[in-house]
């Protein structure tokens, strides 16, 4: 059961643009997101989280928003650069010194030059 | 270190043999988890610990799998009799006191043939 859903496999986007990646949830206990960009060969990177408290945050040219009611987050990139393409996963938590990050499946974003 | 570091970055196996994977964390994160990647997958939760304590190991998928942190700091995750199911990018990362975030290393990808 995918407690965390990424069901665009793919997105492209061109240089400039926003990219708009989404992802939705099912357990209601999930108080806290996280988004990680992935290079191939490489570990996952943080990028930006946000808190339920709170339905934005923004980090220069990134933004998340949450929509709690919807059970549903979005990462969005704006403007879109080459260097943003990677496979970004959408994470969730509860607070905890114990909690662990559930992941999606991971979206593979390519932005054209 | 600097960052999270895992060896070896690959290992070939033979369906069978016994493989050991190495995580060196952050230095000063009490906290370490073990993820397996598959391929076109997220991220799967195996196991955690928090300084030598395994607190939860409710992702580990037989008890052909087995890891350790015997001092808190360096973590080892054992598998033996590798199957070709067991082919996969093992992934670890560390937390530091007070954050949500996970610090992924670069993971070791292994092939079992």
């Known amino acids: 059961d995918q407690q965390v859903k990424q069901n665009s496999p793919s997105l492209s986007v061109q240089e400039g643009r926003i990219s708009i990646l989404n992802c939705d949830y099912t357990?209601?206990?999930?108080?806290?997101f996280l988004w990680y960009k992935k290079y191939p060969a490489e570990g996952p990177t943080f990028l930006i989280s946000?808190?339920?408290?709170?339905d934005k945050n923004e980090d220069g040219r990134f933004t998340v928003f949450l929509n709690k009611s919807a059970k549903h987050l979005s990462l969005h990139i704006v403007p879109s650069q080459p260097g943003d393409s990677a496979v970004y996963f959408c994470?969730?938590?509860?607070?905890?010194?114990?909690?662990?990050?559930?992941f999606g499946k991971g979206i593979t974003l390519s932005v054209r030059p | 270190g600097a960052g999270v570091s895992q060896s070896p970055r690959y290992k070939v196996a033979k369906r069978g043999q016994d493989v050991a994977l190495r995580c060196d964390p952050i230095?000063?994160?009490?906290?370490l988890f073990w993820y397996q990647q598959a391929l076109g997958q997220g991220p799967e939760f195996l196991t955690y610990?928090?300084?030598?304590?395994?607190?939860?190991k409710s992702g580990l998928p037989s008890d052909r799998f087995f890891a350790e942190r015997p001092e808190g700091s360096v973590s080892t995750l054992k598998i033996q009799r590798t199957q070709q199911e067991d082919s996969a990018v093992y992934l670890c990362?560390?937390?530091?006191?007070?954050?949500?975030?996970?610090?992924f290393g670069e993971g070791s990808r292994l092939t079992v043939l």
């Open positions: 610990f928090q300084n030598e304590a395994q607190l939860d």
């Open positions: 990362a560390s937390r530091g006191l007070g954050t949500g975030e996970l610090f």
């Open positions: 230095s000063g994160h009490v906290s």
């Open positions: 946000i808190s339920s408290i709170k």
């Open positions: 994470a969730a938590t509860t607070t905890g010194a114990n909690s662990k990050l559930t």
């Open positions: 357990n209601s206990m999930f108080d806290y």
